[in-house]
């Protein structure tokens, strides 16, 4: 019986197919607009959990420059406050597994006729492990290699591409960084966009001490721009600032009350809050689109309305003939149900066309999830039960002498 | 004897603004197996408001109804619509057909509301497609045949059931006179079969069709002429 009333629902959506159509495109506009959404959303929150592992776990920044010098803002990291001997310092602390102190600046780098506009790291190898960053090729540079400011390079796979293209192979070659020549030992291995949207592969990687003294020629010896601190866990993170906070401000004789003159920040709660963020957007997103749904639904009770009434008739003809108030009202709540269940089929394709669209021609990532496809059919469903049940419940409800007799 | 229909002191009245308005006053009657009555009177005689109580569309207001035995007038809506399903087969003057369905579907209509499952639906409402002459109307729709046709496959319909009682409302008053005389032709022979029929009519070339006529005027039988005698009723059953 439920499948010939499911055949029933099927003919009359037929019988009028540009009304059926019609009202079905708000379904259609809805649905999609809801997947595309949150394709879009879910797109957003992939790419911030790359950048995210991307970045390294449990990650300290600590920058030197106070975070707000008075009126006079400089930027953080221009002051020269932070050395070597910090860093060593840093590391001796209990909850801090690893420590990276990186000295940076941009440079024209040049292999045979080519030129290209990068940033330089200096670093030591301890680097590696803090960003979780390994190497496709060569290897990495040592401690001796720190010790005796070699000459060495590590190079990202943006320089490769647009130094060396694809025939060359990098490693063992020389290039020059601000005149003087580097050898290549090795390849970074491929990290993407950072979470402010930089190109990270876009980089070369010098041993510390040679950045020091052979490219950016600080004007105090050792100093660096910048302390990379690993902690040992996410459950220590606070221990970790904490300590780094005190262990500074003790070594830099900043007296009780004063700034600091360094700044510590914790990268990986701002790639939370980002992430967090993000995901409130798709939300926020998706809640605006099924706004849409809710006014298909709305097209859906008025056309049903109408259908009741045109079909008042035929209502009473089939009560005659033996249809209980249930078999009424069920077969114009299906009608509903697959209005919508069919609008919302269509709106799905709609969505993940859309999500390839935007992904061919904005280059953002949108991602169709099983979950947001799901989602849109139970909502789909809901939609046409509850404004389909209003409808059917007025053709139940006719009182069939009246009906038979409606012309 | 088997009683297909007993009605007594049976009462009707409508709620107007005028105050309440009888239309059915004290009407009592019995329909057994295997009869054929007209019911004839003027227009708002009552007799469509009786044909909707016999029918179980509509209830009195006071007085009792038993059809095949079950007690209408106290029935739920359920179970009257059972009983329509079942026991009623439905013959309207307009013959009433699903414009969009197929002639198999328009007849096989009711088994869905009684639960029969697509092959024994298709099975019976060919069968009774052809005993009333359509084998091959199928899958034709009704406004594609004429309008006679379209009683038979509303007869079909209304037989498609196996039921007890076949209530026709002016069956014939779409209709010229040839085809009405055809139609009529197959109420007697269903009657012969021993199916119960009940005609509401105002012609009464019509209704000398029937064993049995009753009149109606002003809410109240006021004449019932029996033809056939009980004992050639069950000659015939």
Redesign the interface.
Known sequence: ?F???LGEAW??MG?NRLRTFLTMLGMMIGVGAVVLMMAIGEGAQQSIKRSISSMGSNLFIVLSGPPNAGAARSATGNAATLNVRDADAISELDVVSSVAPVSMGNAQIIYSGNNWNTSIIGTTPSYFQVRDWSISEGYIFSDSDIRSATRVALIGKTVVENLFGDEIDPVGKTIRIKQSPFVIVGVLDRKGQSLDGRDQDDTIIVPLTTAQRKLFGNQVPGSVRQILVQAESDKVMTQAEEGINNLLRQRHNVREGSDNDFSVRNLTAIANTAAETTRTMSLLLGAIASISLLVGGIGIMNIMLVSVTERT??I????????????ILLQFLLEALMISIVGCLIGVLIGIGGAMFVKTFFGTDAVVSTQSISLAFIVAASVGVFFGFYPARKAAKLN??EA?RYQ | MDRVIEVSHLYKSYETAAGPFSVLKDVNLIIEKGDYVAIMGPSGSGKSTFM?IL?C??SPTSGDYFLDGYDVAHLG??AL??L???TIG?V?QGF???A??SLLDNVA??L????QD?RI?HEKAKQVLTKVGLAQYFNSRPNQISGGQQQRVAIA?ALV?SPTLILADEPTGNLDSKTSEEIMTLFDDLNKEGITVILVTHENDIAAHAKRQIRFLDGKVIEDSSRAEPAMVEEIV
């Open positions: 019986m499948a010939a009333m003919h009359a019988a008739r035929e009473g003809i089939r009560m005659a003939i033996g249809a209980r108030e249930r078999d069939p002498i038979l | 909707n029918g569309l509509d809506g359920n619509a059972q329509r399903n079942k439905f309207f009433n057909l699903l969009r369905s209509l009711p869905v509301y009684s639960g697509k639906r319909r059931n």
